[in-house]
């Protein structure tokens, strides 16, 4: 969760941007007639665009890191078909395994994605992709469309049964742009090839980059009890057998001379924070810190903790659901008022009463709705907190034992400032750079890791190993370190 804000929804709506145009394409050197918007236009659209990201997300700061990144990345982009683009590059402070681009040349890639990199070479094969997209005018057309949207609540609101549950429970406003189309993925990923060779590259970085976001997908489906994750990679760039296929045949019409780098990403990425941030918060065994707004609670054991950029979220397998924000408090309201009087206003509730949470006013009400078709019960908590309101939305199931119940309640009750020790000493994880020892092996490095399940399946993704190679001696490994 980052530095709270109110929700809001995020929709850009261009007003008279477009010109028709026939241009070439420059992958393929055929013609087409696609709504464009003018090289001036970009600009403005992206220099507005890049403030609401930096907004909700937020930029890595390290120097050293935006530098490695700004450097590969000009050296991909030194030569292509526009040189009137002047292409920027970022890092998002996210976890997830992504990278996108705005008209203009805004070119973005997470920490998760830098993490999940093996060599400059997989890193140089997505910064030149992206730059595929501005020069195939991919990202002028998304916008065009107002493809820019929040996620939303529209998860849970579809299977929720009743307007106050609708307004008490939601899933957040995670950025989303549309996928590509896969002929816009296609021309990506030939441009794509076509720059990071001409910066010397190797082109077997891109299939085999490819290769890891697939593992890195499935894992996270796995870890998560999904099918799919929707917030990855691949939510924006679509992956196919075929696509994959046509990369890798492309990748060898090129010289396969160019150079990997794989220890000097190592090296660029080593200390780097992994997972959420202190910015964002993060969770530890059934426990939310956040140290740069200094709070805390604790969630029941058995409930599985996930961080969003707006709210945090944990959630059993039995049908209960937490959700925690912040709202401002600006004027004044006591936390019954602002229950009854403005967040609550047009619901119908049951059991309004004033409480205290570790010394700090709250108030706290409940009404009935429904899950995914299920009968729940749903309170609602605000707690005076500085100049805002702590915010829990608990959805428990009718029926359920007395014990869980009791559980779930103790979740608003543990709320509480971090103490200064706690702040000093409770940090994020980070990426860590070790060289393998004689007697390491793939389950001995995987055990550093803070990890209770799947932790050699996280490292050999992490570290792009196949099932059944073990590590080598003196080569360098990546682990994730408390």
Request: charged share 20%; glycine share 8%.
């Amino acid at each position: 969760m980052h530095k709270i804000k109110s929700f809001f929804t995020y929709m850009l709506i261009l007003p008279t941007l477009f010109v028709c145009a026939c241009s070439t394409n420059p992958a393929t050197g055929k013609r087409q007639f696609t709504a464009l918007m003018s090289p001036a236009q970009e600009n403005s659209v992206g220099a507005q665009e890049h403030q609401k990201i930096v907004q909700q997300y937020g930029l890595v700061t390290d120097k050293k890191l935006n530098d490695y990144v700004t450097a590969l990345g000009k050296r991909v982009t030194e030569d292509t078909e526009r040189p009137d683009v002047q292409y920027k590059f970022y890092i998002i402070d996210s976890p997830i395994v992504n990278a996108f681009a705005l008209p203009g040349g805004y070119i973005y890639v997470s920490r998760g994605l830098l993490a999940l990199s093996n060599s400059e070479a997989e890193l140089a094969s997505v910064l030149g992709h992206e730059a595929g997209h501005i020069t195939g005018r991919h990202s002028a057309e998304r916008y065009s469309r107002g493809v820019v949207t929040s996620l939303g609540a529209g998860i849970l609101s579809a299977a929720i049964g009743s307007q106050g549950a609708s307004q008490a429970i939601s899933l957040g406003s995670n950025l989303y742009l549309s996928s590509y189309s896969r002929d816009q993925e296609n021309e990506a990923d030939t441009l794509g090839l076509r720059y990071m060779t001409r910066g010397g590259f190797a082109p077997q970085a891109v299939p085999s980059f490819l290769y890891s976001l697939q593992r890195q997908s499935d894992l996270d489906a796995r870890l998560s009890g999904q099918q799919g994750n929707r917030y990855n990679y691949f939510s924006t760039h679509p992956a196919t057998d075929q696509r994959v296929a046509k990369t890798k045949a492309e990748s060898m019409q090129y010289p396969q001379t160019g150079i990997n780098n794989r220890d000097a990403h190592l090296k660029a990425i080593n200390g780097m924070t992994y997972g959420d941030s202190e910015r964002q918060g993060f969770a530890r065994d059934n426990n939310f810190y956040h140290p740069e707004l200094g709070l805390k609670f604790s969630v029941p054991q058995n409930f599985t903790i996930k961080n969003q950029p707006s709210q945090v979220i944990a959630l059993d397998n039995k049908g209960s659901l937490i959700v925690f924000d912040m709202m401002g408090n600006k004027e004044g309201y006591a936390p019954l008022d602002y229950i009854r009087s403005v967040w609550m206003k047009e619901t119908q509730l049951q059991n309004l009463e004033e409480i205290n949470v570790n010394g700090m006013k709250a108030a706290t009400a409940s009404f009935p709705g429904q899950i995914n078709g299920e009968n729940v019960v749903i309170r609602v908590v605000a707690i005076s907190w500085k100049d805002r309101f702590a915010r829990f939305q608990l959805a428990i199931p009718r029926g359920a034992k007395a014990a869980l119940v009791e559980d779930i309640k103790k979740t608003t009750y543990s709320f509480r400032n971090m103490s200064a020790n706690e702040k000093k000493t409770i940090k994020p994880y980070s990426v860590k750079i070790i060289a393998a020892g004689v007697n390491d092996t793939v389950k001995t490095l995987a055990a550093r890791m803070p990890f209770k399940e799947m932790a050699e399946e996280r490292f050999r993704v992490m570290n792009a190993m196949a099932k059944g190679t073990e590590v080598q001696s003196g080569a360098l490994y990546k682990i994730v370190s408390e």
